[in-house]
């Protein structure tokens, strides 16, 4: 073969399957699918792209920094949450294919106005906002469920208030030293890596599974004296094997990271938030789905994640969840040393 002819089937190499692409293939994989799925999708990873460039360019466009307020839940919000929300929002609103919005930065969920449609979206359009300042790694967690109420009507809060096992797609966007979707519906977990020059999404990670067992624990321990004693033996056992300690403080990049990797991440109940303080709608469901359909594990240390039923919107859980044998490993300290968190 000629140099001539070398140089052209290095530069005709396959670029790879877009996450569009892939999405319409998976499809197929559900007969009765009408594409609206595919849809909804399609629009949150639209919307993912556009918050990438604007995560990018924080600091030069002057979108870093707070709004000087705080959301529902008492948090300072930054103008980059704020943003995400619209931006979310409004993609899933003209996209046609979400009847309401669920989000950690609004009070209430949100009538999309497209009442035939059939799903619902809860989200935390960016988390580990406080990140956002100092270029470290954020994300944006989603999660999808079928409507109850009858379609054609205005959807109901209890439309909104599902167990876990009722999503039909859950997925995280992590915005760190390259842009990866990640997604499931059910059919295991895929990946895919933002590509700039071409403004697409692709697979590079396929049928992601998380190791059995890891080495890595990820945890505030700035809360020690407010953990319940069993968390405390459990990580005096991780420091005795001389497990490793990794806490970036963004819930979906330490969740990734441990995903690949094999780990645990564990937020309990402490004193200031004696229920933990990650949200079980769009932040602790669409982990656990995704962490299951990957082989590991997720509870609130007694419970499934997926089984809780939720009473209210932004309602917190504890959070453990990672490799199997730790989040067993954890549960058992738990029974074990059952003392609650000790009072200030
Ligand atoms: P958000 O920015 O969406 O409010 O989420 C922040 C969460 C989560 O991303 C992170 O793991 C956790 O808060 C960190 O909490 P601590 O600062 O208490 O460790
Ligand atoms: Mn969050
Ligand atoms: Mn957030």
Redesign the pocket.
């Known amino acids: 073969m000629s140099d001539a002819m070398r140089a052209v089937e290095r530069l005709s190499a396959p670029v790879g399957t877009t996450l569009s692409r892939f999405i319409v293939q998976e499809q197929k994989h559900f007969p009765e699918a009408l594409g609206e799925l595919s849809q909804l999708l399609a629009d949150l990873s639209f919307a993912a792209k556009i918050i990438n460039r604007d995560v990018n360019r924080a600091g030069l466009i002057n979108s870093d920094g707070g709004v000087g307020g705080q959301?529902v839940?008492g948090?300072e919000q930054?103008k980059l949450?704020v943003v995400a929300d619209i931006r979310f929002a409004r993609a899933l609103q003209r996209g046609g294919q979400a009847c309401a919005i669920a989000s950690?930065e609004m009070e209430n969920f949100i009538d999309a106005g497209n009442h035939e449609s059939r799903y619902i979206v809860a989200l935390?359009?960016?988390?580990?906002?406080?990140?956002i300042d100092v270029n470290v790694a954020?994300?944006t967690?989603f999660s999808i469920y079928p409507r109850k109420s009858p379609i054609g009507t205005p959807p109901q809060l209890d439309d909104v208030l599902q167990p876990g096992t009722e999503q039909v797609a859950s997925g995280y966007v992590l915005y760190g030293s390259s842009t990866v979707l990640v997604y499931t519906t059910g059919r295991g977990v895929n990946g895919f890596t933002y590509e700039p020059s071409l403004g697409e999404f692709f697979l590079s990670h396929p049928h992601m599974r998380t190791p059995e067992n890891g080495r890595i624990y990820?945890?505030?321990e700035?809360?020690w004296n407010d953990f319940p004693a069993g968390i405390r033996a459990y990580l005096d056992g991780a420091r005795q094997r001389k497990l490793t300690a990794r806490?970036?403080?963004?819930?979906?990049?330490?969740f990734h990271r441990n995903l690949l990797k094999g780990g645990i991440?564990l937020?309990p109940p402490?004193v200031k938030?004696p229920s933990g303080?990650?949200?079980l709608l769009y932040?602790c469901n669409p982990l656990a789905f995704i962490v299951e359909q990957a082989g590991g594990t997720a509870t609130d240390g007694t419970r499934r994640i997926l089984e809780i039923s939720p009473g209210e919107l932004h309602q917190r859980c504890p959070l453990y969840i990672g490799s199997k044998q730790m989040v067993e490993q954890v549960q058992n300290a738990l029974k074990d040393t059952p003392e609650p968190p000790s009072q200030p």
Do not use: F
Request: proline share 3%.
């Open positions: 959301n839940q948090e930054m949450d950690e935390d359009p960016l988390d580990g906002s406080s990140n954020i994300g967690i990820s945890i505030n700035g809360n806490y970036i403080g963004s819930l979906v990049a330490d991440y937020y402490t938030a303080k990650l949200r932040e």
